[in-house]
């Protein structure tokens, strides 16, 4: 490859991960938080998603990431489908927090329940 088609690639690349008219416009159209915080402060998001933004926001800053064990995509699904609920107004965040952790710690506890039983039969 070329150099200039390098770093075109290179350009391209920086736009649609770093750049608000790139990253940040593509976050938004899709209703997501953005890696990049500061563009989660666009007030479109508040028109797009809703007045309940600022709380998520504010839960975003705070959390934690959690280790890739086999039921990831269990524990992301439910924060996922737990965050609309919020995000429309029909619960208010702190309930759907719990209902989020409830649903989560009770993954959690199935897998290391299964994953204890596995070793012990050893």
Do not use: C
């Not at 508040?46 to 086999?70: C, E, H, Q, T």
């Amino acid at each position: 490859m070329s150099p200039e088609k390098q770093e075109a690639a290179w350009l391209f690349l920086k736009f649609i991960t770093t750049d608000e008219r790139g990253a940040g416009y593509f976050m938004l159209q899709q209703g997501r938080p953005a890696s990049i915080r500061r563009f989660n402060l666009n007030p479109e998001y508040m028109r797009k998603i809703g007045s309940n933004w600022p709380l998520i926001i504010k839960y975003l800053d705070n959390d934690v990431a959690f280790p890739v064990l086999p039921v990831h995509m269990d524990i992301y699904n439910a924060v996922i489908n737990g965050l609309w609920a919020p995000l429309s107004g029909s619960i208010d965040p702190e309930n759907a927090l719990k209902r989020i952790n409830s649903e989560i710690q009770t993954i959690l506890d199935n897998y290391w329940a299964k994953r204890t039983t596995v070793r012990g039969s050893r």
